[in-house]
């Protein structure tokens, strides 16, 4: 009861103008960051210095774990000057999270003031953390439509979300009129929903579809695989993120629906983002939002580990915080004008690697079998011995032999004999939590 109400409450704020709906620090925010993205390399630098001092100084002055660290390491606040001091503070790990929860909350911090986030734990081991309320704007966050904005998603656009929701039983889909955004769950996702979801998605004038690269991946396949067609014009663009985002899966994408794709890398701490904007010529590093460091990985002599220090978060203050994920900055400027860096990553996390008999790592983004797909609903690679690989195919009806060797061409070009690969049928792929489907399960 209390829960519909709630429903009721919200959806009317709906009916609100957007300049009513959502604060004015918000907006303000958002124009700040909109003039900010066009600022001189140079000027950004200077703000990113500012805004590291003040977070030092506020860690060691109300967060006991920094005060403690700090001591430890024989540092002051005042060592830190530029972003170069950066690396006199040691690097805070998961573990450390979890091991120092309540040393990390800031004292001027009380629970009316925070939320909690939490990670899907993709290793197995959950990470929860503290978020400065006052910065949460019900999830509008200015640093994530201003991104929207520069792919030409506007606040008053209408977008469908394919991911991690869990509707009511009696429900396919859900619009929620607070937010202008339609709720499509990846859970109940297969050949009949996926044409309820298309429905829904016409019946509300949706404008940019969002979600998992596996989710919208397979929703395409079935659209296509019901017959169904999507005429140029019907939505604007797609917004993926959370996961690994392959070639084969943007081909495949774009030519179902008609429309360009836009790859968005964050993480549920809030403490780095990053985003492909109208030129596609990389992925860019918002450097107002946190400090990037690309530190060389001795595992991955080729690539470097991602440490991010956020700077919007002074609740549970993240300095040089290890992600496990892997990049390399790119030695080029994009044609947009921005001086945001561009970066790639590597495989997302490191265990995106696959692992062949002479120990060489083989990012997942280079396994994939494009050329090969036509005849496949989906397919993942598993991992539980170096040199050997498992190739689970979800595979329609239409797929034959000649498919199958098709595969094994395309496989043993690129691995010849350094992997062994054995490619079994299967119904139904193994997810993660919140309901990815990696392109990649390794358990070595």
Request: aromatic fraction near 12%.
């Amino acid at each position: 009861m209390i829960h519909s109400i709630k429903n009721i409450i919200r959806d009317s704020l709906g009916f609100l103008p957007l300049k009513l709906r959502f604060p004015k620090r918000f907006f303000d925010q958002l124009s700040q960051l909109q003039k900010g993205q066009w600022q001189s390399s140079e000027h950004i630098e200077v703000y990113q210095t500012a805004q590291l001092k003040a977070l030092v100084d506020h860690a060691y002055r109300n967060v006991p774990y920094y005060t403690e660290l700090f001591k430890q390491a024989h540092i002051q606040p005042s060592d830190i000057q530029t972003l170069k001091d950066l690396p006199k503070i040691p690097i805070l790990t998961k573990d450390l999270i979890r091991n120092n929860f309540d040393k990390l909350r800031a004292v001027n911090f009380s629970d009316k003031d925070v939320i909690i986030l939490k990670t899907s734990g993709t290793t197995g081991k959950p990470l929860k953390i503290l978020y400065d309320k006052k910065k949460d704007y019900f999830n509008f966050d200015p640093f994530i439509w201003r991104f929207f904005s520069s792919v030409g998603c506007s606040l008053s656009d209408r977008l469908a979300s394919l991911a991690d929701w869990r509707l009511p039983l009696n429900k396919i889909s859900e619009f929620n009129r607070y937010r202008n955004r339609l709720f499509l769950s990846s859970y109940r996702l297969n050949p009949q929903t996926a044409v309820k979801y298309f429905q829904a998605m016409k019946k509300f004038n949706v404008k940019f579809l969002e979600g998992y690269p596996s989710s919208i991946e397979l929703f395409s396949r079935y659209l296509v695989g019901e017959g169904m067609c999507c005429s140029n014009g019907l939505i604007k663009g797609i917004i993926v993120h959370s996961e690994q985002f392959s070639d084969y899966q943007r081909h495949l994408i774009e030519k179902f629906w008609g429309c360009p794709c836009f790859n968005w890398y964050g993480m549920e701490e809030r403490a780095v983002l990053g985003y492909e904007c109208e030129k596609h010529e990389g992925l860019h590093l918002c450097t107002d939002f946190g400090i990037t460091e690309f530190i060389p990985n001795h595992d991955l002599p080729m690539y470097d580990s991602i440490v991010v220090t956020s700077l919007t978060n002074w609740a549970m203050p993240l300095i040089r915080y290890e992600t496990g994920d892997v990049g390399r900055l790119l030695d080029k400027s994009c044609s947009c004008g921005r001086n945001f860096p561009l970066f790639e990553l590597i495989g997302g996390r490191i265990k995106n690697f696959v692992i062949a008999k002479d120990g060489s790592q083989i990012p997942v983004t280079n396994v994939d079998i494009p050329g090969a797909t036509d005849h496949v609903i989906q397919f993942q690679f598993v991992q539980t011995e170096i040199g050997k690989l498992v190739l689970k195919v979800q595979k329609n009806d239409l797929f034959s032999n000649n498919d199958l060797e098709k595969i094994r061409q395309i496989l043993c070009k690129k691995f010849g004999t350094n992997m062994d690969v054995d490619i079994q049928y299967t119904e139904k792929l193994s997810h993660i939590q919140s309901h990815k489907t990696p392109l990649l399960i390794q358990n070595l």
